[in-house]
């Protein structure tokens, strides 16, 4: 008789370990920061108020639950300083997630029609760099496109430009940076998709007629869609809310959520508007997220 | 683009063809041609460079030596794109992310021809292989079988010189297949269809060519009729391959114009010479060539005893153990099996039973 129970039991327990892990690592902090979105700033320790405590009771809690508002958010709208930031996110974003494919497709494409065997090797050089530190490698980039760096040193010697290209702290290096950083989160779902391709397909394509063009366009580019869809969602989704790229490449001009982000909560001390940034920014990417889990089960289902 | 329609069927020539890839010999000096409007099988076991050959009058893979004539217009350099061939591929091809009409109507929209038209052209060949309804399927809706059909009909669409058939009975469940190869014989003599048809099933290949080219190893073993090469086979790999048979060892006694006296054992036959000198030689014996006997025959007779016995029905399958071998023999004239382990007398009918010179 206590078989069935224990099993369920079992089952119950395995579903409770994910489900606090998720609770305890990702609820709380998201409650801890829709929290502090909704307090005022104040110049205390923590930088907020309401603060609450458990030992004040029941009552004092009700009250303080009185302070909690909308303040922050409002100030969101009120400031086009963060319309900006979200708009220059989105932008350089999308800009750099098309920049990514473009590079990334053809790379994909090569790998995936590689011979067998070298495909894994290929595979591993394309993503071997990325085993290094981000931070550092980031870094090295304002060493190239820096005024006195390698690219414009090059240029100048070879006569084809007089004046040093200004790469360095622009919007453009932001994207050099993004295409550069996320380059193999955009290769890995693209060379899956191109790689399952049955190539009888494209020999059916070519002999029923079709020039090799039209049997990229027609058949193997539509068919990798999904890949081109996840790679796109996997690099855009972080590109929006990056913080250390911008930061080390981009120019005092360049406008991105995430170091308008990092400038309210270290320069400003602006905790709750830091809050609201965040939570605004995680509503807006959300849909996304959906949709590439979507995705993801879609093809798991296949 | 110069592809014109209604052309009707082309012969394909090989002329002593190779393909290699880098120092593997896939095809090697080969050599046949196909008349118009016949079905010609490439039979052999895997890796024998029957697909090789196949991809290469499709011009999937170009040749690397020789020359290869469509309608006696050398086509050697042509691409697959240029070539009035079309395969209907072993995993059918299917395009995924395209209805039924779309697939079919590919070969058309492809050669610049009008959306409308085209797509009445592929109904008329869905028509013809009884498809019309499912045109706004997704080819993952259809059943195998179905998925071959329109397969077939995207590769007639173009009504090509030449239509290919890459092992095309073999994602179909048994019962289905005898239908579909039915089926492709049907189209193929209707529309009087040049076809090149790969397998490796030898039944499959008797049963629908007009001509087998037998492969083995990268060269043709043989080339004939399918009668012509089950009563004749040329060598012991071609007796071996098509339909069973069991190799035994004989003595040529005389050789008299076009008959030779052979012994075989305890057992004396006249059979075709074909060539044969006195002496030692082979012979190949079909599982119908044995008349079993549960007693010992009048006539001289090999002993033997069963190994194993099968009842199947319209017929009972023995292995024989005999001095001159293992022998695998069919035995549809009796009803009752001889028991397992016991004594039997074997005799050789007159037909089901060659020498195999060389």
């Known amino acids: 008789m206590s078989a069935p129970s224990d099993r369920s039991l079992a089952r119950r327990l395995a579903l409770a370990v994910p489900t606090l892990w998720m609770a305890a690592l990702f609820l709380t902090p998201f409650a801890l920061v829709a929290k502090v979105s909704l307090s005022t700033p104040a110049l205390s320790q923590p930088p907020y108020a309401p603060v609450f405590a458990l030992a004040e009771g029941a009552a004092a809690a009700l009250d303080k639950f009185g ?8 100030a969101l709208l009120d400031d086009d300083l963060y319309l900006a930031s979200y708009l220059g996110s989105l932008r350089l974003a999308a800009i750099a997630t098309a920049l990514t494919l473009l590079v990334a497709y053809p790379l994909a494409l090569a790998i995936a029609r590689a011979p067998r065997r070298r495909r894994a090797g290929l595979l591993m050089l394309a993503i071997a760099p990325f085993w290094t530190s981000f931070l550092i490698r980031v870094y090295a980039w304002i060493m190239l496109i820096k005024d006195e760096g390698l690219i414009n040193h090059a240029l100048m010697a070879s006569g084809l430009v007089a004046e040093p290209l200004r790469i360095f702290a622009t919007d453009a290096a932001v994207v050099i940076g993004v295409v550069y950083s996320y380059l193999p989160f955009m290769v890995m779902p693209l060379y899956a998709a191109l790689e399952g391709q049955d190539a009888a397909l494209r020999e059916a394509a070519a002999d029923l007629g079709a020039p090799p063009l039209r049997v990229f366009w027609r058949v193997t580019a539509p068919l990798s869609l999904p890949g081109v869809l996840a790679g796109s969602l996997l690099v855009f989704i972080p590109a929006v809310g990056e913080f250390v790229i911008p930061d080390l490449l981009g120019g005092s001009d360049t406008l991105m959520i995430g170091r308008t982000l990092w400038a309210e909560f270290f320069s400003n001390r602006d905790w709750p508007a830091a809050a609201a940034v965040a939570i605004v920014m995680l509503a807006m990417l959300a849909p996304m997220l959906v949709l590439y889990e979507r995705l993801q089960m879609r093809e798991a289902g296949r | 683009m110069t592809k014109s329609f209604k052309k009707g069927p082309a012969s394909v020539e090989f002329r002593n063809v190779v393909k290699r890839y880098g120092s593997v010999v896939a095809v090697d000096d080969v050599s046949f041609s196909v008349e118009p409007g016949t079905l010609v099988t490439l039979l052999g076991p895997s890796g024998c460079g029957k697909t090789t050959t196949l991809r290469l009058v499709a011009g999937l893979e170009i040749a690397s030596e020789g020359q290869i004539l469509i309608g006696g217009v050398d086509v050697t350099r042509l691409s697959a794109a240029d070539r009035d061939v079309s395969m209907v591929f072993q995993s059918y091809a299917l395009f995924p ?34 498809l019309q309804g499912m045109e706004k399927r997704a080819p993952s809706e259809l059943s195998g079988g179905q998925q071959q059909r329109v397969a077939v009909a995207r590769a007639l669409v173009l009504e090509p010189e030449v239509l290919l058939f890459d092992e095309p009975l073999s994602n179909l469940d048994a019962k289905l297949r005898r239908r579909v190869r039915e089926d492709i014989r049907e189209l193929q003599q209707t529309l009087r269809l040049t076809v090149a048809y790969v397998t490796h099933d030898q039944e499959e290949a008797l049963a629908v060519s007009d001509k087998i080219i037998v492969m083995s190893n990268a060269r043709i073993a043989q080339v004939g009729t399918p009668r012509g090469l089950y009563d004749e086979p040329k060598d012991l790999f071609v007796a071996d391959f098509i339909g069973d048979a069991t190799i035994v060892d004989g003595q040529v006694l005389s050789v008299e114009g076009e008959r030779a006296r052979v012994k075989v054992d305890a057992v004396e036959v006249d059979l075709p010479s074909r060539g044969a000198k006195p002496g030692p030689i082979k012979l190949a014996i079909r599982p119908h060539g044995f008349r079993v006997h549960e007693t010992a025959p009048a006539a001289a007779a090999i002993k033997a005893r069963v190994a194993k016995a099968a009842y199947l029905g319209k017929h009972i399958e023995y292995t024989l153990e005999t001095p001159a071998g293992e022998l695998f023999a069919i035995d549809a004239a009796h009803a009752e099996a001889i028991a397992h382990g016991a004594d039997a007398w074997v005799t050789l009918a007159p037909r089901g039973v060659a020498l195999v010179p060389g």
């Open chain 2, 97 to 130: 992310h395209m209805n039924v009409l779309e697939n079919v109507s590919y070969g058309p929209r492809v050669q610049g021809v009008a959306r409308q038209k085209a797509e009445e052209m592929a109904l008329e060949k869905l028509r013809l292989i009884g």
């Open chain 1, 67 to 74: 302070e909690l508002g909308v303040a922050a958010y409002r």
